[in-house]
């Protein structure tokens, strides 16, 4: 059993930057891929970036290549997402994931979610 809580999101202006956090609890963590999606009202969660229990293996979703960066931190059971040049597409509810593997992107290969943590752009 994993239990996921994001923190760090807000309102932010276009082209600026915000750091999500997302700890964990339960004695699984370390061998869970850990993954960040995110979901605007009315549509589907998107996935956004994951990362592999080790750390080493990264890959994200062409939108947000180039501009967010995964990591995590094993010791503190706690994964992040850097969010740099912010746009407005951008804006919605972030939510990490916690799933068996790293080989997929979809939303139902993750087995625990964290409640969210909202992002809005203002231009």
């Known amino acids: 059993q994993v239990q996921l809580v994001e923190s760090g999101g807000g309102l932010v202006q276009a082209g600026g930057s915000l750091r999500l956090s997302c700890a964990a609890s339960?004695?699984?963590?370390?061998?869970?891929?850990m993954g960040w999606f995110r979901q605007a009202p009315g549509q589907e969660r998107e996935f956004v970036a994951r990362?592999?229990?080790?750390?080493?293996?990264?890959y994200y979703a062409d939108s947000v290549k180039g501009r967010f960066s995964m990591s995590r931190d094993n010791a503190k059971s706690t994964v992040y997402l850097q969010m740099n040049s912010l746009k407005p597409g951008d804006t919605a509810g972030y939510y990490c994931?916690?799933?068996?593997?790293?080989?997929?992107?979809?939303?139902?290969?993750?087995?625990?979610w964290g409640q969210g943590t909202p992002v809005t752009l203002s231009s």
């Open positions: 994931g916690a799933a068996k593997t790293y080989r997929y992107s979809s939303p139902s290969f993750y087995d625990y």
């Open positions: 339960g004695r699984t963590f370390r061998w869970n891929a």
């Open positions: 990362i592999s229990w080790s750390g080493i293996n990264t």
